[in-house]
């Protein structure tokens, strides 16, 4: 009965935001937001408690679609011109933060994906975070595009370490304590081991990764959010 309850309220976005908002008190959503022409766009149907929006600079956009739900979330933002897409049915559901530093940055996570506490870190210019649909994250989990400091190479006196993007694909589980450092893409249907530190790209399709540094442990998998049990 009780899940036949819960199907017929997710039909109904604005019906869930009430029921939700019953059962865990009222939504805080604290905004600072200094500088021109900087754009927030959340969708009516959009669940938001104790969040919030920090951005200082000019021309900053966060995008949040229908039917999301954020809790404990922070959005911050310190530079122009940078994009925060949150596409439909996405779920912060502990707590969490997207952060942006720079400018033309870009964080992008795709429909139906799931986190537990997940602080998303993009820096330095034109660099992005991308995260598929349907993806599943659990907690204590880092993704960064950059270092945030410089290393400096001692002989040519040179930065090494410029950011790079991070592209993880549709249907990604990412298990709790996991790093998922600059440069790295991940291909769909893949499963990150617990604790794992992620350095390098693994762009085939259904693999199981994991170890510090994280390599692929078997091939030819795929994953289920429900727990099957075979008779």
């Known amino acids: 009965m009780k899940s036949k309850i819960r199907s017929f309220i997710k039909k109904y976005p604005t019906l869930e935001k009430y029921v939700f908002l019953l059962k865990n008190g009222s939504s805080k959503t604290l905004k600072i937001i200094k500088g021109e022409n900087n754009r927030l766009i959340i969708n009516s149907s959009a669940i938001l408690k104790n969040?919030?929006?920090?951005?200082?600079g000019n021309s900053n956009e966060i995008i949040i679609h229908e039917s999301c739900v954020f809790n404990n979330t922070t959005f911050f933002i310190r530079g122009n011109s940078n994009k925060i897409?949150?596409?439909?049915?996405?779920?912060?559901n502990r707590g969490g933060s997207i952060w942006i530093e720079d400018a033309n940055c870009e964080a992008s996570i795709g429909a139906h994906s799931t986190f537990e506490d997940v602080h998303i870190a993009v820096t330095e210019p034109h660099s992005k975070i991308t995260i598929g649909t349907d993806c599943m994250f659990a907690y204590d989990i880092d993704i960064r595009s950059g270092d945030s400091h410089s290393i400096i190479d001692a002989t040519t006196n040179k930065r090494i370490n410029y950011a790079q993007n991070v592209i993880i694909g549709n249907h990604v589980w990412v298990a709790s304590h996991v790093s998922i450092l600059k440069g790295v893409t991940i291909g769909n249907n893949s499963v990150i081991a617990t604790r794992s530190v992620v350095t390098k790209s693994f762009e085939t399709d259904n693999n199981l990764i994991g170890g510090m540094p994280a390599k692929i442990i078997k091939e030819q998998i795929n994953w289920d959010r429900k727990r099957i049990y075979e008779k």
Request: net charge negative; charged share 15%; with cysteine.
């Open 51 to 56: 969040c919030t929006f920090d951005i200082v």
């Open 85 to 92: 897409h949150i596409d439909t049915h996405v779920q912060f």
